[in-house]
């Protein structure tokens, strides 16, 4: 019956360990997560410029426009341009530069940087 006890104690604070582990992994136990280093953001190396933002609504095809009122259907941004399906190629630039120019309220990311990586993952 002892060693049951401590299985089932030594399993608990297993668990319990990890579980602050994993949150301070996360950014969700401050001191821990310092030391892990996810509590500051990490430059990606990725720079753009507003030429890179206009090579992107280029290859879309369109503008997006963001409502002031909502529409009756609550939809608050709309693509002014017909329905198509894009098979187009873009840079980590030129995405870099697309998600910087979303509203706080549509992204709410400060300096956003998007690498893609050579086997073309993100």
Do not use: H
């Amino acid at each position: 019956m002892k060693k049951l006890m401590k299985m089932v104690v030594t399993l608990i604070v297993l668990l319990v360990v990890g579980a602050v582990l994993v949150l301070g992994y996360l950014g969700f136990v401050p001191g821990l997560s310092s030391v892990f280093g996810s509590d500051k953001p990490r430059d990606l190396g990725v720079t753009y410029t507003a030429q890179d933002k206009a090579s992107f609504d280029q290859k879309i095809g369109g503008t997006f426009q963001t409502m002031t009122e909502p529409a009756s259907d609550g939809k608050t941004l709309v693509f002014t341009d017909k329905k198509t399906a894009v098979n187009k190629s873009f840079t980590q630039e030129e995405l870099t530069a697309r998600l910087a120019a979303a509203e706080w309220k549509y992204m709410p990311i400060s300096s956003p940087q998007l690498r893609i990586k050579d086997d073309g993952s993100l």
